[in-house]
């Protein structure tokens, strides 16, 4: 690994280190739940400009490093891009059904503030 | 109702105007959680005093004013005292199944936690 490979390496908690309550903080933000949402329901990952954010960069960049610290994604150089992937597989082991419980809600939510318009 | 009686009525949400990541950021917190976790666990309410929480009075209202303005707690007076009961049936009626999966995912990592000593 060159030096300039290990200053683009990010830091990411490992799986005994995720906390629920980060979690949950990290998932209790509207955009970083959008981010969410669109990487459950897009393929396995995510290059950060395929986020359409109505915010600027560093407020988007904060927020993916809070996602990515509290261990809800995994952020990967490949070349100039960082791709963002869900942690689907490490949420699930040490919360079983609570991220898709989660993105239920946030269905359900979707749902209901469409039928109220 | 006398004018001390409106003084001492506390605003909650209506079911309509609570939101998931209003409900997932009240959650996002070790002291939050433990209430929860405790209003779980009990009967259908508690008095404050109830909880011994490791912080100040003035700490420990604010995070039961968070709880109770994102709405997963009412908070009722009774006499000079306040008490805090889950408010399970809304909440579970708008994201069903959710509470039920972070209260799983806290028995889970207290369990993991536990296991590392």
Known sequence: MTERDAARTL????????RLEGVLH??????RLSIVRDL????PELGC???DLPVTKSTTTHHFRVLRESGVVRQTYRGT?????????DL???FPG???AVLRADRAESARLAAQV
Do not use: Q, V, W
């Not at 891009?81 to 597989?89: E, H, M, P, Q, V």
């Open 11 to 18: 830091a990411h908690p490992d799986p005994a280190e995720i």
């Open 26 to 31: 990290a998932l209790g933000d509207p955009l």
């Open 40 to 43: 459950a329901a897009s393929g």
């Open 49 to 51: 400009s395929a986020f």
């Open 81 to 89: 891009t960082k791709f963002n992937a869900l942690r689907r597989a």
């Open 92 to 94: 699930e082991s040490l």
């Open 98 to 100: 609570l991220l898709d």
